[in-house]
């Protein structure tokens, strides 16, 4: 039922930032228990967890990502934001919005959206 949809630029230059848009239907980002997280799959790493937004706004992210990622909500608009700083080429990836739920089980996922990071 719930739908997930990344937008924003496939193309960024080395030391801009990423910026990203999830849009999410069919449900409430505020639901008790549901976590919209960001994940990013390349394929030297494979699957990476960025961090995400919790339904009561609490933000966490990975402790190697910290220093250079904000994810933020708006709730009027049902949407969740990844913004990763001083990116690298290292960052290219195909970067995903989830949902994920109390059992730690990621339930739902956008298509993804392919982020190349380079001059």
């Known amino acids: 039922q719930v739908q997930l949809q990344e937008s924003g630029p496939g193309l960024v230059k080395p030391s801009q930032t990423l910026s990203l848009t999830c849009t999410v239907s069919?449900?409430?980002?505020?639901?008790?228990?549901?976590?919209w997280a960001w994940i990013r799959q390349s394929p030297g790493k494979g699957l990476e967890w960025i961090g995400y937004?919790?339904?009561?706004?609490?933000?966490y992210y990975d402790p190697s990502l910290k220093s250079r990622t904000s994810i933020s909500r708006d709730t009027s608009k049902n949407q969740f934001s990844l913004q990763l700083s001083s990116v690298t080429p290292e960052d290219t990836a195909k970067y995903y919005c989830?949902?994920?739920?109390?059992?730690?089980?990621?339930?739902?996922w956008g298509q993804g959206t392919q982020v190349t990071v380079s001059s």
């Open positions: 937004v919790a339904y009561t706004g609490n933000t």
């Open positions: 069919g449900g409430s980002i505020t639901v008790n228990y549901d976590y």
């Open positions: 989830a949902r994920a739920v109390s059992d730690y089980s990621y339930v739902d």
